[in-house]
């Protein structure tokens, strides 16, 4: 058996959504590294907590590599919470597991649930798990494999949701956006010119506080 590892560092959300991104891409550290133009170390360095994660450029460099909006990737950071850094940080090695991967069909899955007034003690009973309550927040929140088939339409059934709407509000999941996700998904459109101008305006901005 291996011991299991203490890694003494501060993992940030950021760092360990891109982690799971890339994982989930099948993609190992070489091949981004690679693809990105950047170091292996420096890969690493971000992924595990010391380096700043990327903004800007860098940052949409990643999102297009991996596939997915900047946006997605706000919420997925946003739900990101203190025990999936903990888990992190503590490193213990299990064969196949793939850490905390959060889908559309788990923000969807929460949205039903919050929608249809329900907790998560009261969904857990009314869906058989009153002995472990939990298991539909891990769900939610990706820490567990997504319940499929059966298991799947006995949450529907709950939230009075037939499974064709669930489908189409997974295809077409949005998240509510402030100004600042609006800035973020205006961003990927811009030229890398444009870009950059509008870096530099916020920089000016900022300097003035």
Not at 96 to 106: A, Q, R
Not at 115 to 122: D, H, K, N, P
Request: hydrophobic content about 35%; some cysteine.
């Amino acid at each position: 058996m291996k011991e299991k590892m203490v890694i003494n560092l501060k993992f940030s959300p950021e760092g360990l959504v891109l982690r799971t991104l890339r994982i989930n891409k099948g993609m190992r550290v070489k091949d981004v590294a690679m693809r990105l133009a950047i170091s292996e170390t420096y890969l690493y360095q971000i992924e595990n907590g010391h380096s700043r994660p990327p903004r800007g450029e860098q940052l949409f460099s990643f999102l297009d590599l991996y596939g997915i909006k900047a946006k997605y990737y706000q919420e997925l950071v946003r739900n990101v919470n203190e025990n999936d850094l903990h888990r992190k940080g503590q490193c213990q090695k299990r064969k196949g597991h793939k850490g905390v991967v959060i889908t559309p069909e788990c923000l969807v899955l929460k949205s039903l649930r919050e929608e249809s007034g329900l907790s998560v003690r009261e969904a857990s009973v009314k869906l058989g798990y009153s002995g472990k309550a939990a298991y539909v927040s891990q769900i939610e929140n990706g820490r567990v494999p997504f319940p499929v088939d059966q298991k799947l339409e006995k949450f529907l059934d709950l939230y009075d949701t037939k499974l064709s709407k669930y489908k189409s509000l997974v295809r077409d999941y949005k998240i509510e956006k402030n100004d600042i996700d609006k800035i973020g998904s205006m961003l990927p459109k811009l030229k890398v010119s444009d870009v950059k101008m509008v870096l530099s305006i916020i920089e000016t901005m900022l300097s003035k506080y």
